[in-house]
């Protein structure tokens, strides 16, 4: 099994098979893609529907000296197998294993690492100049998706790229959002190879030679050119951006991929291949639904996905769509605003009873957060469903357009915190610090699954910008009320009183996915532990409280230290010219790698027995009488 695949243990290896043996080695690539990821879980539709593709890239070009970008990079299973991982696929996305996205750390042939979306034209078009302005000669190339290619970074990369006229820039339109109809057939695979082939590419020059002398026949032959193309491919709008544009041919025809990739390379100037895929090409179940095989965990390939048992824990996520349904239901302006995220946001619910107030905008996170300031101006609430990871590309935005006018926005803040197999690329690490410090912006932080119902609704009834941020995966079991009712602003709860007298007692200050390990640590120390709820405004009044009955204080969230919560609280602390010993628990200045979401979060030190032993190795001294608060160490 696997006889050919068996032999790729690098580019340079598949380079010296026979042409008529790729067909053979794709047949095995595609089953070994579905043989390791049913096994270790990942990305599947996306990475059968580019065997063809990456087997003929890697053929026809001299990888790694030519740069290949894999645009989000959940593409790329095939592209890791044939440059020396193969072995390495049962590690994918665990813990010291292999990532699931491009990683320059990981490989010379993941030339820029790539997780988030429409980032390739931009990385493949500097290092394609920075070939040139260094005198070597090779491609850069970049693989592009058609959902990516509907965020604005890549048309700015467009935009840049095609004034260079003697760049090697090779950018491939991965369009595999469509079916395989009879344009993409025998008469458009030889259209394909005639554009990109030398003898087109020369009678164009020498005709525009010709025709220059005379500038309205000049004109009159390129827009007879355009709509010629045009009638069988969509080539004028890349072509105004100084592109060449080739295509769309059949991205699993390897006798149409090769050829036009051989033309490719002896052309100058930036060229725009478009080819046509299927997402999970090959495995009828995954082609039958891409959207339930784009991330599955691990399943029998014979047998399929199997629906999820009913009963058990709810997801955050599912809290948030039934949420948002209740929410329109009672109030008509309520809208839910998407960035390409339905599924993984929990909003095909919503967009089925309410199609008219659900907007998809496609990987347009600046767009989508301007977008919905605009609606508020006119009264509606928007609800920005949208992850923590890619929340920050709409940063401008949310300081500019939402929060310097003050316009109620809620923003549902998903994968808040680690988010395990993914890993550094898609962790919602940052937003409590990069949310904080913005004038009249409201972060709330649910402890459970009624909690962040609650909130939500809260979010709706500030005249403001708010925010919800709550994690990936099941909460804790606790039933959601149907009944909707808003929190008072800004303030916390205790959940638990210590019993120990004053000179012993500690006060735990825990935010959000923190209060439940709090909890336990705190019963293990008998600490007071208080569910504080909301980070901005923080409840200064409870931070006050205790600090006057406690001897120290320690703050827990599942984010970055620097900025976040806890810091929220020592200035707290500091407006009130009160001092005591803090401790501030929450994730370390490093970006956190993939594995198991517990496992990764008590190798933080934030489970119960993590808390409580940073607790103790803060605080507490030992003497014959036991544990006890060490004066010494609150001094140090």
Same mark, same amino acid.
């Given at each position: 099994?696997?006889?050919?695949?068996?032999?790729?243990?690098?580019?340079?290896? #598949?380079?010296?098979?026979?042409?008529?043996?790729?067909?053979?080695?794709?047949?095995?690539?595609?089953?070994?893609?579905?043989?390791?990821?049913?096994?270790?879980?990942?990305?599947?539709?996306?990475?059968?529907?580019?065997?063809? @593709?990456?087997? =003929?890239?890697?053929?026809?070009? *001299?990888?790694?000296?030519?740069?290949?970008?894999?645009?989000?990079?959940?593409?790329?299973?095939?592209?890791?197998? #044939?440059?020396?991982?193969?072995?390495?696929?049962?590690?994918?996305?665990?813990?010291?294993?292999?990532?699931?996205?491009?990683?320059? *750390?990981?490989?010379?042939?993941?030339?820029?690492g790539t997780a988030h979306s429409s980032t390739s034209i931009s990385a493949a078009l500097g290092m394609a100049h920075a070939s040139k302005l260094k005198g070597e000669s090779r491609y850069?190339?970049?693989?592009?998706?058609?959902?990516?290619?509907?965020?604005?970074?890549?048309?700015?990369?467009?935009?840049?790229?095609?004034?260079? /006229?003697?760049?090697?820039?090779?950018?491939?339109?991965?369009?595999?959002?469509?079916?395989?109809?009879?344009?993409?057939?025998?008469?458009?695979?030889? #259209?394909?190879?005639?554009?990109?082939?030398?003898?087109?590419?020369?009678?164009?020059?020498?005709?525009?030679?010709?025709?220059?002398?005379?500038?309205?026949?000049?004109?009159?032959?390129?827009?007879?050119?355009?709509?010629?193309?045009?009638?069988?491919?969509?080539?004028?709008?890349?072509?105004?951006?100084?592109?060449?544009?080739?295509?769309?041919?059949?991205?699993?025809?390897?006798?149409?991929?090769?050829?036009?990739?051989?033309?490719?390379?002896?052309?100058?100037?930036?060229?725009? @291949?478009?080819?046509?895929?299927?997402?999970?090409?090959?495995?009828?179940?995954?082609?039958?639904?891409? $959207?339930?095989?784009?991330?599955?965990?691990?399943?029998?390939?014979?047998?399929?996905?199997?629906?999820?048992?009913?009963?058990?824990?709810?997801?955050?996520?599912?809290?948030?769509?039934?949420? @948002?349904? /209740?929410?329109?239901e009672l109030d008509a302006r309520v809208v839910g605003i998407t960035p390409a995220m339905r599924e993984g946001s929990g909003l095909v619910e919503f967009e089925r009873r309410f199609p008219?107030?659900?907007?998809?905008?496609? %990987?347009?996170?600046?767009?989508?957060?301007?977008?919905?300031?605009?609606?508020?101006?006119?009264?509606?609430?928007?609800?920005?469903?949208?992850?923590?990871?890619?929340?920050?590309?709409?940063?401008?935005?949310?300081?500019?357009?939402?929060?310097?006018?003050?316009?109620? $926005?809620?923003?549902?803040? +998903?994968?808040?915190?680690?988010?395990?197999?993914?890993?550094?690329?898609?962790?919602?690490?940052?937003?409590?610090?990069?949310?904080?410090?913005?004038?009249?912006?409201?972060?709330?932080?649910?402890?459970?699954?009624?909690?962040?119902?609650?909130? #939500?609704?809260?979010?709706?009834?500030? /005249?403001?910008?708010?925010?919800?941020?709550?994690?990936?995966?099941?909460?804790?079991?606790?039933?959601?009320?149907?009944?909707? =009712?808003?929190?008072?602003?800004?303030?916390?709860?205790?959940?638990?009183?210590?019993?120990?007298?004053?000179?012993?007692?500690?006060? %735990?200050?825990?935010?959000?996915?923190?209060?439940?390990?709090?909890? +336990?640590?705190?019963?293990?120390?008998?600490?007071?532990?208080?569910?504080?709820?909301?980070?901005?405004?923080? /409840?200064?009044?409870? %931070?006050?409280?205790?600090?006057?009955?406690?001897?120290?204080?320690?703050?827990?969230?599942?984010?970055? %230290?620097?900025?976040?919560?806890?810091?929220?609280?020592?200035?707290?602390? @500091?407006?009130?010219?009160?001092?005591?010993?803090?401790?501030?628990?929450?994730?370390? *200045?490093?970006?956190?790698?993939?594995?198991?979401?517990?496992?990764?979060?008590?190798?933080?030190?934030?489970? =119960?027995?993590?808390?409580?032993?940073?607790i103790r190795q803060r605080f507490f001294a030992k003497d014959g009488a036991g544990e006890k608060i060490s004066v010494a160490k609150l001094v140090a």
């Amino acid at each position: 099994m696997y006889d050919l695949l068996k032999t790729i243990d690098d580019p340079v290896a #598949l380079r010296r098979l026979e042409r008529r043996e790729l067909s053979p080695l794709a047949d095995e690539l595609r089953a070994f893609v579905l043989d390791s990821v049913s096994q270790t879980g990942g990305h599947l539709s996306s990475n059968l529907g580019t065997v063809e @593709l990456t087997i =003929a890239l890697h053929y026809v070009f *001299d990888t790694p000296n030519d740069r290949i970008v894999w645009d989000v990079g959940h593409q790329t299973y095939p592209h890791k197998i #044939l440059t020396g991982r193969r072995d390495k696929m049962g590690t994918l996305r665990q813990a010291g294993g292999i990532s699931g996205f491009p990683r320059r *750390d990981e490989s010379e042939f993941d030339t820029f690492g790539t997780a988030h979306s429409s980032t390739s034209i931009s990385a493949a078009l500097g290092m394609a100049h920075a070939s040139k302005l260094k005198g070597e000669s090779r491609y850069s190339i970049a693989v592009i998706g058609d959902g990516a290619m509907t965020a604005g970074m890549a048309f700015e990369a467009l935009n840049n790229g095609g004034v260079a /006229d003697d760049l090697p820039l090779l950018v491939v339109l991965n369009d595999n959002d469509m079916s395989i109809s009879p344009p993409v057939g025998a008469l458009n695979r030889y #259209l394909a190879r005639l554009m990109s082939g030398r003898f087109y590419a020369a009678a164009k020059k020498g005709v525009e030679r010709v025709l220059s002398v005379a500038p309205p026949m000049l004109e009159l032959a390129r827009r007879i050119e355009e709509h010629a193309k045009g009638m069988v491919v969509p080539a004028t709008m890349f072509e105004e951006f100084g592109f060449n544009y080739i295509g769309p041919i059949d991205g699993h025809d390897l006798e149409s991929l090769i050829p036009t990739l051989q033309n490719i390379k002896g052309l100058k100037g930036p060229q725009f @291949l478009h080819v046509v895929t299927r997402k999970g090409q090959g495995y009828k179940l995954a082609e039958a639904d891409p $959207v339930l095989y784009h991330g599955p965990s691990k399943f029998n390939p014979a047998e399929g996905i199997k629906p999820s048992k009913p009963g058990g824990r709810k997801t955050y996520t599912q809290v948030f769509g039934e949420w @948002l349904c /209740d929410a329109a239901e009672l109030d008509a302006r309520v809208v839910g605003i998407t960035p390409a995220m339905r599924e993984g946001s929990g909003l095909v619910e919503f967009e089925r009873r309410f199609p008219n107030r659900y907007h998809d905008v496609g %990987i347009a996170e600046q767009h989508a957060v301007t977008f919905a300031g605009g609606m508020a101006t006119e009264g509606l609430k928007p609800v920005v469903a949208i992850y923590s990871t890619f929340l920050q590309r709409g940063y401008d935005q949310l300081i500019h357009d939402i929060a310097l006018q003050n316009l109620p $926005v809620l923003f549902a803040i +998903d994968r808040a915190g680690l988010v395990g197999a993914d890993g550094a690329t898609h962790a919602g690490a940052y937003d409590i610090a990069f949310l904080r410090c913005i004038p009249n912006m409201t972060i709330m932080v649910p402890a459970d699954e009624n909690e962040c119902r609650q909130m #939500l609704h809260t979010g709706l009834t500030i /005249d403001g910008p708010s925010a919800v941020r709550y994690p990936r995966g099941a909460g804790t079991g606790v039933e959601t009320v149907k009944h909707l =009712a808003a929190l008072p602003i800004g303030k916390g709860v205790v959940v638990r009183e210590s019993g120990k007298p004053a000179g012993h007692r500690i006060a %735990i200050l825990a935010f959000g996915t923190m209060v439940a390990p709090s909890l +336990d640590a705190g019963i293990a120390l008998d600490a007071t532990v208080a569910n504080m709820r909301f980070v901005k405004p923080v /409840d200064h009044e409870l %931070i006050r409280q205790l600090a006057q009955t406690h001897d120290v204080l320690v703050t827990v969230e599942e984010g970055c %230290i620097m900025g976040g919560a806890g810091t929220a609280c020592v200035e707290s602390l @500091l407006a009130s010219g009160l001092s005591r010993p803090v401790l501030q628990l929450g994730l370390p *200045d490093q970006f956190i790698d993939h594995g198991d979401p517990a496992k990764l979060l008590s190798g933080c030190g934030l489970d =119960a027995s993590g808390i409580a032993a940073s607790i103790r190795q803060r605080f507490f001294a030992k003497d014959g009488a036991g544990e006890k608060i060490s004066v010494a160490k609150l001094v140090a």
